[in-house]
């Protein structure tokens, strides 16, 4: 397994002053054992590598974090998901013992994959993709592989005489396949029973790649071990129907169409019994389980802002951002940052399909971040990666180390322009404020979603950064109820507040995203998996959810196209509005900045009459896709020559810069484009774009 030499990750990515946050680390062969590392915590100002702008700034915080220091170790991780008995088993039979399972093999033929195992015991498919039952060394095949995507019932059945009968029945058309073997020794289970893979020294290994469902353990016609697979969907824990409970590990995808699923529900909760199976995958990671290395109890008065612990030992580095938020309760600022922590873990370790080893050149001579997921997909993948089996990734964590989620991490290696996303890009505006001396206090999705409404009600404005795109219920009633109560919401960015995630009941870090019937998709969730299995909510866009962004920031997400930026177009000259462009010459501005060279880009978003709630934003500056760069979100294409609009597509493929206010003395400000942040830090913080959002947090938070 490929690893990198030191890295890390913390359990929690925010936290307030006096909590504790605990860090885990692992140095590898590269580090010998017992060496020190250092760790220390750096305020980051500016997360961008690009020697034409700042660069990475950092500012130490010694006096406030005094240094760590620790021996190196290395820690292992296991990816693959599996199921586990909560207690071991202790089956003797004295006539017969039968194994059983129904299974959907996705990926058959790649390699030996485990359905059951205990004890000696494996039902699995071998290289071939042949259906194979082991037995004390004794192993007994099918003739002809399985086929991938087809269910399967496949039974072994031990008689007291040594004799195995092997069965394998094709669920749709009925046929049947058998062998027989001769075995010797007793019939007896004395351990772990594990599904989806087997223990192999002590290490997991042979994952199934696929769905199960049913597996059944029979001793002389007794149950001894069965579960139903369609109970309690949401937990870690599958209930027995006989014999000990299993627990998931390394989370296994759940509410998955099983082989009664015919099509007459799509919502696994009102016909559990079509979502019988669970999807296994040999590369499925949540939590790394590492043991904590340090812990750091975030001091009082420590400035809210966002932090990096940073390691080092023997030349090598890590890099582990997490975010300060002020007490409870208690603001330091008028104005509050939105750091969209659950659009980071959706996307972390984001391995795009783009990458190739030339882009070390531009990080070498950038001293950017230098690990890149597509080289290390061990660490597991994000949800816009596939599965091994061709499978979209529904799940993500933070517990884990994330490659991009580190200070100088680029996103776009052969951009013209600095090719900053999510965190990295989110510092422009970080950047900004401490160019400008605007005082600030950070909180994050964690809070408002744990907190709602409260974990801002303090401030009079709040901005977010350049993509808040993955949101809860809970956080987006948060942001509504903050600007219905009077507070001025500035959304900085685009494609924001466009899918519906969900968190695990369990443990909170896990976070499910289904892509489901519409939107710019990475991979669409099959046909009937489209309501969450932590929550039974629908996926997919806000949109189809009956809360389309317009309904809160006025603009929805449009138009989409390549790394690419434009200007805006002032297109409102009114006197109500002339605060905001004072200072401004002209009526172009913004065709510069370090996202995509210009203010407009990347993805647009544009107001619509028929989502907006009856908001009647007003459009103050517009961009339009005139070079044909972009094209039209699926959600707005209806065919290849009408879209929703009504007008034509080139109408639409446009960035809408609007500003209105609500019942109650709140306001909105939305800027409809992905890159407008990118160009605050152009010609060092001097520039019209930068002008704008001095003028209009002057108004709401000033005088500045």
């Avoid at 795109?469 to 948060?478: G, I, N, R």
Wanted: glycine content about 10%; charged content about 20%; overall charge negative.
């Amino acid at each position: 397994m490929k690893t990198v030499p030191l890295c890390g990750y913390s359990d929690r990515l925010s936290g307030r002053p006096g909590d504790v946050l605990n860090f885990m680390v692992s140095a590898n062969s590269e580090i010998p054992k017992g060496e020190t590392v250092t760790a220390r915590v750096f305020r980051s100002i500016s997360a961008d590598p690009n020697p034409a702008g700042q660069g990475v700034v950092e500012e130490n915080c010694d006096n406030i974090c005094p240094p760590i220091t620790f021996p190196a170790r290395e820690q292992p991780f296991y990816p693959g998901s599996y199921a586990e008995t909560s207690a071991p088993l202790s089956v003797t039979a004295e006539q017969e013992l039968e194994i059983s399972a129904r299974f959907f093999p996705t990926l058959p033929g790649s390699k030996a994959q485990t359905i059951i195992s205990a004890d000696g015991l494996a039902l699995g498919l071998n290289e071939n993709g042949h259906v194979s039952f082991t037995c004390n060394d004794t192993v007994t095949t099918l003739d002809g592989p399985v086929k991938a995507r087809h269910w399967y019932e496949a039974t072994a059945r031990i008689e007291a005489t040594g004799v195995v009968n092997l069965t394998l029945c094709h669920l749709q058309s009925g046929q049947e396949l058998s062998a027989t073997g001769q075995m010797e020794g007793e019939i007896e289970i004395n351990g772990t029973l594990l599904i989806a893979a087997a223990d192999q020294s002590g290490v997991k290994g042979t994952h199934f790649e696929g769905k199960i469902e049913a597996p059944i353990l029979k001793a002389d016609g007794e149950l001894v071990a069965a579960w139903d697979f369609a109970a309690e969907i949401p937990s870690h824990i599958v209930p027995a129907l006989s014999g000990p409970d299993l627990t998931l590990v390394n989370q296994p995808a759940r509410a998955m169409t099983g082989s009664k699923w015919d099509a007459s529900e799509m919502n696994w909760q009102h016909r559990p019994d079509h979502y019988a199976a669970i999807h296994f995958h040999s590369d499925d990671i949540y939590d790394f389980s590492w043991d904590s290395n340090f812990s750091m109890t975030i001091p009082d008065g420590m400035p809210s802002g966002v932090y990096v612990m940073r390691l080092s030992c023997q030349g090598y580095e890590d890099a582990m951002p997490f975010f300060v938020c002020a007490p409870k309760g208690e603001p330091k600022a008028k104005l509050c940052v939105l750091v969209s922590t659950f659009t980071y873990a959706i996307y972390g370790n984001h391995a795009r399909p783009d990458y190739v080893p030339a882009w070390q050149d531009r990080i070498r001579d950038w001293s950017a971040y230098p690990y890149n997921p597509a080289e290390y997909t061990e660490y597991g993948l994000s949800t816009y990666n596939y599965h091994r089996d061709g499978a979209g990734i529904c799940h993500a964590s933070h517990r884990r180390p994330l490659f991009n989620l580190r200070p100088g991490y680029f996103t776009f290696g052969s951009a013209t322009c600095s090719g900053l996303r999510h965190f990295q890009a989110d510092s422009h505006l970080i950047s900004w404020l401490h160019a400008k001396g605007i005082p600030y206090d950070i909180v994050t999705d964690e809070e408002l979603h744990n907190e709602g409404v409260a974990a801002i009600s303090g401030y009079t404005t709040l901005c977010t950064g350049s993509h808040p795109e993955y949101h809860t219920k809970e956080t987006l009633d948060a942001l509504t109820d903050f600007r219905d109560q009077g507070g001025a919401l500035n959304y900085l960015g685009g494609n924001g507040f466009y899918w519906r995630i969900t968190r695990h009941p369990e443990t909170p870090s896990l976070l499910e995203i289904r892509r489901a019937e519409d939107g710019l998709r990475a991979w669409a969730s099959e046909p009937g998996e489209y309501y969450s299995a932590f929550d039974g909510s629908y996926g997919g866009l806000w949109r189809r959810n009956n809360r389309p962004p317009q309904q809160l920031v006025g603009i929805g997400f449009t138009a989409q196209g390549t790394f690419t930026g434009m200007p805006y177009k002032r297109v409102n000259h009114s006197e109500e509005f002339a605060w905001l462009f004072e200072g401004i010459e002209g009526d172009t501005f913004g065709d510069f900045g370090f996202s995509g060279n210009g203010a407009a880009g990347f993805e647009l978003d544009r107001i619509d009459p028929h989502l907006d709630g009856g908001w009647n934003p007003t459009i103050l500056a517009q961009s339009y896709d005139r070079e044909k760069a972009f094209m039209l979100v699926p959600e707005e294409q209806l065919t290849h020559l009408t879209n929703l609009s009504g007008g034509p597509e080139d109408d639409a493929r446009r960035a809408d810069m609007v500003y209105f206010t609500v019942p109650g003395g709140g306001s909105v400000f939305s800027v409809g484009s992905i890159t407008f942040c990118g160009s605050l830090p152009w010609n060092n913080f001097d520039n019209n774009v930068s002008q704008l959002l001095f003028n209009l947090l002057n108004r709401q938070v000033g005088p500045l």
